[in-house]
Structure formats: structure tokens, C-alpha cells
């Protein structure tokens, strides 16, 4: 799922080669991906692109005052092409959902937002003001905007796992499944702790694996081609998606929790002192 490295590295994309032009043409592949219907996606013809951002893991492109969102959900990407097919997509025919053409069909330049898979997440707003969108509305502070006394706050009396607050949008925003397994190794913490009972040196060192690991991957991802940034967030990655590898920090084996629809990594030796995590939803740490 690309989340707030990625996001920001799509947007800054999209500030470098797509504002300045003119949306000529939108094409819907799969109309169930568009969530508004007033006003109408052909409202967009015509506008100039006069921004791009992000709110959380969501891409925005601002279209002289009229706002594209996009949440690609777990398997869903942006694809730029100097040159886009002036054909009109056929609906349900492969990963294609939507198309905007930034230059004469079949002569200009765009995007495709494309979902893999069968289970189908990706979806697209447009409105006058991103909070509109009522995920956008829901969202917590964003993940590099929160400060240590902020975060603090943000967990206090929580009861939750630490791994699910991290991931919880309402709380803070644009950490996913996988920042969120790098950010906890970092902190050397455990993914089942107890969020509003963290100590305060742990609390010290969730902050700035949170900082760090974040700033770090928006480093790395910015300025990269869209097409290479999947290969850039596995290539800076530790523990998550590595199960059964060495930990590059202690060495010890990189384990995983594996629930019904996703999986998080972790190690031991750094995070649970010593001792494995059971692969159940409910189970607490192995005595």
C-alpha cells in the first residue's frame, strides 16, 4: 500500500511535470471508483493544474480551484506517460480505473490510476475543498507535522496496540502496515505494546524512529519516476516483508504475525526481548 513516503514522492511528481497543464480529457474505466457525482468528473476539462499535495495517503491535484483526490488503497498506483492512447478505455477490461489526459489525446502527456487484483479500494473525489472527502475529514494530524508532546497526547489512556494506533488514520495520519513494522524496530518496541502505556524514553524513542524512518524514505523516494518507487520502499526497508531473513541489525531472524488479510514483521531480539510473537490476533507475548 503506498503511504505518506510514497504519496508525497507522487505528489512532488505531479508539482514537477503536471502542474502548468491543462486537464484536456478524463476517461473512467470503472465508474465505481469516482465517489462524487456533483460536480461531474467532465468538470474537469478545460482546468489547468495549478497544484498537487497530499493529505495523509491521500494524492490531491488541484485543478484551478477544483480538487481530484485519490486514496489508492492497498494496490492501487499512479502511472505517468509521456504520451497516453487517445482511445477511450474499455470499462472492466484490466487493472485500468481511471485516465487523465494533461495534452491532447493520443499527443500529450497523463496519468493512469490503476488497482491490481480483485479486491478493488482504489477511489477518486472531486470536489471544491479536500475536506469533502469524508476520509480526508476523519484524519488525524499528519505523521511529520506531530511533535513529541503532541504524540504524547495523541496516546494517552490509548488501549490499543501499539501497532494498531500507529496504523489508526484518526490518530495520525499516513503511516501504514508497512512504515509502521520499520518504525517500532527502530524504537525497538514492540508491535503488541500497549500504546497509552508507553514509558517516557520509550515514548522518546517512537518520536524519533517516527521522524527519522519517515523523513528518511520521503528522501529517498522524492525525485524518483513513479514506476521506480515501489522498488525504492523495498529496497530501504529492515523488517517488514522479510520474514525468515536476518535482522540487518542483531541478526536474529525476522518473524511474522499473520492475520486473515495482512501480515506485520518484526524481530525479537530487538523488539520483544527475545521472545516471538504467537501468529493469532489475540495472543500476547509466548512465556
Not at 31 to 60: E, Y
Not at 133 to 145: E, K, M, N, Q, T
Request: hydrophobic content about 40%; some cysteine; aromatic content about 4%.
Amino acid at each position: 500500500m503506498p503511504e505518506l513516503p510514497e504519496v508525497e514522492a507522487l505528489a512532488h511528481h505531479l508539482r514537477e511535470h503536471a502542474v502548468g497543464r491543462t486537464v484536456h480529457r478524463l476517461d473512467l474505466a470503472s465508474m465505481s471508483v469516482l465517489k462524487t457525482f456533483d460536480p461531474p468528473w467532465t468538470a474537469l476539462h478545460g482546468r489547468a493544474v495549478t497544484g498537487a499535495g497530499r493529505h495523509g495517503k491521500h494524492l490531491d491535484l488541484d485543478c484551478d480551484g477544483l480538487h481530484l483526490v485519490v486514496h489508492l488503497a492497498r494496490a492501487g498506483w499512479l502511472r505517468w506517460s509521456d504520451t497516453l492512447s487517445a482511445a477511450p478505455p474499455k470499462p472492466g477490461r484490466g487493472p485500468l480505473a481511471l485516465r487523465v489526459h494533461l495534452g491532447p489525446p493520443g499527443s500529450g502527456p497523463g496519468f493512469d490510476l490503476t488497482e491490481a487484483g480483485t479486491k478493488k479500494g482504489l477511489a477518486a473525489w472531486i470536489v471544491a475543498d479536500p475536506g469533502e472527502v469524508p476520509s480526508i475529514a476523519r484524519l488525524g494530524p499528519d505523521a511529520l507535522a506531530v511533535d513529541r508532546e503532541e504524540l504524547a497526547a495523541l496516546f494517552a489512556g490509548r488501549t490499543e496496540r501499539l501497532k494498531t494506533a500507529l496504523t489508526d488514520q484518526s490518530l495520525i495520519a499516513g503511516v501504514g502496515n508497512a512504515y509502521s513494522d520499520e518504525i517500532m524496530h527502530t524504537a525497538r518496541l514492540s508491535p503488541y505494546a500497549t500504546a497509552g502505556k508507553l514509558a517516557e524514553d520509550a515514548l522518546d524513542r517512537l518520536f524519533e524512529a517516527l521522524r527519522s524512518v519517515l523523513t528518511d524514505a520521503v528522501a529517498r523516494s522524492v525525485g524518483q519516476a513513479a514506476a521506480r518507487l515501489k522498488g525504492e520502499k523495498r529496497s530501504g526497508l529492515r523488517v517488514h516483508a522479510r520474514t525468515g531473513l536476518p535482522c540487518p541489525v542483531c541478526g536474529d531472524t525476522v518473524r511474522e504475525v499473520s492475520f486473515a488479510d495482512k501480515a506485520f514483521q518484526y524481530c525479537p531480539t530487538c523488539q520483544t526481548g527475545g521472545k516471538p510473537l504467537a501468529d493469532r490476533r489475540l495472543s500476547r507475548l509466548l512465556k
